[in-house]
T-cell receptor, first 114, second 113 residues
């Protein structure tokens, strides 16, 4: 079975600084999708970024980028120029190529310090 | 476009009862997925419906069931409630594919006493 691990339960970053959240996963599949979701306090979950495993190029969305290392089964999220609004719970998630085996990591709570 | 809506937002039930939760997807979205979020187990995938058919299923007992209507609205039912079913139940919709971007609703907070 697929598993997703986020080894940092909590992290903090100074406003305007850069922070990297770690995620590792385990799978025997060759094609799959990886996601980072953000869940602000008492607000809805939103997709931050997604990566298709067959793409070698790392995905980027504005201040958010990933470091996808397929061989190492690692998928870290880098947040540049951190803002107060980035404070949230961040979940790393894995999904099989046909939508099967949708697995979330335990989450990392990110605090942004002014 | 209106976002994903879930009703009710809060629900209190007692053990042994059953409950039905409702999810209205974003207009035009045909896929609806359900998730359970608890402090202990985290986020877990329950099932996904597409065009009124269950397309994917997580590892939950048969007490958890769902359905989708022709207008893509979906309901989730939990029978014979247990204390451990207390959770935030999230619904998400996407346009078609199971790996398309999912848009989440605010969730239904279920408390089982």
């Amino acid at each position: 079975a697929q598993t997703v691990t986020q080894s940092q339960p909590e992290m903090s970053v100074q406003e305007a600084e850069t922070v990297t959240l770690s995620c590792t996963y385990d799978t025997s599949e060759s094609d799959y999708y990886l996601f980072w979701y953000k869940q602000p306090p008492s607000r809805q979950m939103i997709l931050v970024i997604r990566q298709e495993a067959y793409k070698q190029q790392n995905a980027t969305e504005n201040r958010f980028s990933v470091n996808f290392q397929k061989a190492a089964k690692s998928f870290s999220l880098k947040i540049s120029d951190s803002q107060l609004g980035d404070a949230a719970m961040y979940f790393c998630a894995y999904r099989g190529n046909y939508g099967q085996n949708f697995v979330f990591g335990p989450g990392t709570r990110l605090s942004v310090l002014p | 476009k209106a976002g994903v809506t879930q009703t009710p937002r809060y629900l209190i039930k007692t053990r042994g009862q059953q409950v039905t939760l409702s999810c209205s997807p974003i207009s035009g979205h045909r896929s609806v997925s359900w998730y359970q979020q608890t402090p202990g187990q985290g986020l877990q995938f329950l099932f996904e419906y597409f065009s009124e058919t269950q397309r994917n299923k997580g590892n939950f007992p048969g007490r958890f069931s769902g359905r989708q209507f022709s207008n893509s609205r979906s309901e989730m039912n939990v029978s014979t409630l247990e204390l451990g079913d207390s959770a935030l139940y999230l619904c998400a919709s996407s346009s078609s594919g199971p790996t398309d971007t999912q848009y989440f609703g605010p969730g239904t907070r279920l408390t089982v006493l």
